[in-house]
């Protein structure tokens, strides 16, 4: 896509933004713009930034941007060396370990509320989500592997677990152009434990729920992906 289709693409999703937010400020409009930009990869890793050109492509002030690279950075998205120049961050084999360690620490004990607390239409979702993992095609999986997680994560509803997951949300969708190749050689036991998980928070069996859900994260994290 060459710099005018970006520009133009650029103000369509902006507008959008406005449409849903009308007090939304210039800076988190680009902020969103930008970060999305990041979490999809459109932006890749290790690319360098010009506050220049940034300001171009996104359709606002040089001081916006500054804005922007500076909470960005503060979140993790953005390096910034000691000559002040922005790149994106790398994925690394390290952030996406300590990623998954996080999700051990709470993801089965959100499955343990999940059972106690979910809804029909909750339990509804995670099913859904637990099917589209009976897949073979890997980017499909990986989809259905997020949706799985956070259709549990809702259903727990703890406001705490949910902000705290949110956080890395972001950071595991982008992570799947690290990781997707090896998805594949977990598939099936994938799809099989969100089956196991699914039924356990149906029967509303907090402690199946909270064991299920805990080898299932180590399964990941043993396979890195």
């Not at 930034?49 to 922007?68: M, P, W």
């Not at 589209?132 to 406001?159: E, P, S, W």
């Not at 598939?187 to 039924?199: G, N, V």
């Amino acid at each position: 896509m060459n710099e005018s289709a970006i520009k133009e693409s650029n103000q369509a999703r902006a507008q959008l933004l406005r449409e849903q937010n009308p007090f939304i400020m210039a800076n988190e409009v680009v902020y969103e713009l930008m970060l999305a930009d990041i979490v999809s990869c459109k932006l890749k890793p290790g690319e360098a930034l010009r506050e220049e050109q940034c300001a171009e492509l996104y359709g606002c002030s040089r001081s916006t941007i500054r804005k922007v690279f500076d909470r960005l950075v503060d979140e993790d998205w953005l390096d910034r060396s000691e000559s002040h120049r922005i790149r994106i961050r790398k994925l690394s084999m390290e952030n996406h370990m300590e990623t998954m360690e996080f999700r051990m620490a709470i993801e089965p004990a959100a499955a343990r509320l999940a059972a106690r607390c979910r809804t029909r239409e909750e339990l509804h979702e995670i099913e859904q989500s637990a099917m589209q993992c009976d897949t073979t095609d890997i980017h499909q999986l990986y989809i259905g592997d997020l949706k799985f997680h956070r259709a549990v994560m809702i259903a727990c509803k703890n406001r705490y677990f949910i902000n705290a997951y949110k956080m890395i949300d972001l950071h595991m969708s982008r992570a799947k152009l690290f990781t997707s190749v090896d998805f594949e050689d977990v598939c099936k036991e994938c799809f099989q434990e969100h089956l196991q998980i699914y039924q356990a928070i149906k029967e509303r069996d907090g402690a199946a729920a909270y064991k299920l859900a805990r080898q299932h994260i180590k399964m990941m994290l043993d396979a890195k992906v």
